[in-house]
């Protein structure tokens, strides 16, 4: 509880804190509103007629230069009629801009003269507008007579009076624009003045302000230092441990020394530390579990933990190692423990940099995921393809590590290879499972879908395999090659099937002929045009001879050309695995 005394002197000095403030704070008003109304009137009046000066002297060049393409566009053989009259729109229109910007300057100039509230140079501003009064009446006139008769000279294809009436009109016009100039500095000048005279009533009032702050600040002083001894002390505490928090250190506590409101502070601070410790354990735990942007989103957006899921478009990946059974055969626990953990080391780096979700590790396979609340839906394509091609980049490295990571050469998994399937689509996602246990995670036919690609990829020789509506939002950053169109288990709709090739723009010439050649090859199977099919194929395995999709497109015209097929086959290929 905080001592009478105390509290006495914390109430004398706010009292007397408070008179001072409000003496300080009338006198600041006042001066602040006049400077306030100044500044108003250079900003809403001076300024734009400095604008509206400058635009006429704009508009009067882009006149002259209109003026000057008409003439070229009559003088032309053939004459440019649409040109010159497109020319004649924008010179007149340019006109009657002129009289708006004029009339719109001299209103602001009459409204500064009219504000008897404002040190304004009156008689200044007062030639300032008759000399535009001028300047519309008397010199625009003789140059509106002048273009006129030029015009006319145009119209009638009197191109020697156009030549000689050219300079007079120049000449005018030279003058307009010197006048216009004039008039500019004139009011540039009335312009200035306005800033010096708020220049000067700033200084006035930021000294005032500065000996009334200044007062203020020494009185508070004097008093402040009959009461903060041991407040202070505690204050300072307080300040060094959140300091300490701010810098991640969770395990400095703070001493309570009083009973008073601080020492109550101090106290809460110290139990919030102790939360933020539990909060940060748990973030480091679970974040080697489940990724730590699901992690952070179910610790601080609640909404990501609703039961009832949201249906969104998004992109899956399934990534598993070719022959992993049969090649892992052999091996010691301890080494296979090892490879694997390279073997996800390796492969989720790829994932985490492009933005991924893994889902899960399933086994040897990684399941992974792209999508909304995490990334854009009109990035999450592109994405998954930049990850699948890093994913399959990093398999040299894996392979060049084992033999260091067993301590044995000439193993058979030096001889792994990936297979990756990749699916866009709409699908459920949410924290999902059973009243004791839950996942957040997506389900779907996407999820379905990059399954299936994830094993087609036996059939076709591939390394990744991903879904039409993948390429389609990520064509632009890719190359690829259609590769067939399939009915994968669990569906009946016939699904087209793309391999991710590289990059955009970095495809080697001889992978390029193998996609076109393929390309080939493939429109005349589905057009049962066997020979040419097998002859676009062996030009495919002539520049990549171990083409996976070409050898098993090969293999399958052959067996049709040995049995047709049926009148309503329509080239689709049934996988069932």
Known sequence: ??????????????????????????????????????????????????????????????????????????????????GYKARKEMYDAKGAEVDREAQATRSLIN????????????????????????????????????????????????????????????????????????????????????????????????????????????????FANLVSGGIIR????????????????????????????????????????????????????FGKYIDPRVVEGLIDRPNLTAAEGQRRLMTVLFCDLRGFTSLSEGLMPQGLVKVMNRYFSLMSEPIRTNRGIIDKYIGDGIMAYWGPPFVDETDHARLACLATLDMIDRIETLRREIPDLLGVRGTPIEKCDLRIGVATGEALVGSIGSDIMMSYTVMGDAVNLASRLEGANKVYGTRNLVSEKTIAAAATALEFREI???????????????????????????????????????????????????????????????????????????????KPPSHDWDGSWRIEK
Request: aromatic share 2%; no cysteine.
């Open 1 to 82: 509880m905080i001592k009478q005394s105390i509290r006495r002197r914390i109430v004398a000095i706010a009292a007397g804190l408070i008179v001072l403030m409000m003496a300080t704070s009338v006198l600041s008003m006042v001066m602040v509103g006049r400077l306030g109304h100044l500044l108003d009137e250079l900003t809403a009046k001076y300024n734009p007629a400095n604008e509206h000066l400058m635009r006429i002297h704009v508009l009067s060049l882009e006149r002259a230069l209109a003026l000057r393409r008409m003439v070229i566009a009559k003088m032309q053989d053939p004459p440019d009629e649409i």
């Open 111 to 222: 409204a500064v003269i009219s504000d008897t509230n404002t040190p304004s140079d009156n008689a200044a501003l007062a030639r300032v507008d008759s000399r535009i009064d001028s300047l519309l009446s008397d010199g625009r006139s003789l140059l509106r007579r002048e273009t006129g008769e030029l015009l006319s000279l145009l119209d009638t294809r009197d191109f020697a009076g156009v030549r000689d009436r050219l300079p007079r009109v120049d000449a005018l016009r030279d003058q307009l624009d010197q006048r216009i100039d004039t008039l500019r500095q004139e009011m540039l000048e009335v312009s200035h003045g306005a800033i010096a005279t708020i220049r000067k009533e700033q200084s006035q009032a930021v000294l005032i302000s500065a000996i009334a702050t200044l007062l203020a600040a020494v009185l508070g002083l004097i």
């Open 234 to 285: 505690s204050v300072r505490g307080l300040l060094e441990g959140t300091r300490a928090v701010e810098a991640g250190h969770l395990d400095q506590p703070i001493a309570v020394t009083t009973r008073d409101e601080i020492g109550e502070l101090a106290a809460a601070f110290n139990r919030m530390v102790v939360q933020l410790r539990d909060n940060q354990r748990v973030r480091e735990t």
């Open 484 to 562: 067939d169109r399939i009915v994968v288990a669990g569906q009946t709709r016939p699904e087209v099937i793309f391999e991710v090739l590289g990059r955009s723009g970095e495809l080697t010439p001889e992978r390029m002929a193998l996609r076109d050649s393929y390309r080939e090859a493939l429109a005349a199977y589905r057009e049962r045009r066997w020979d040419d099919a097998l002859g676009a194929l062996k030009a495919s395995l002539e520049i990549i001879p171990d083409d996976g999709p070409s050898l098993g497109l090969l293999a399958r015209i052959e067996n049709l050309k040995a």
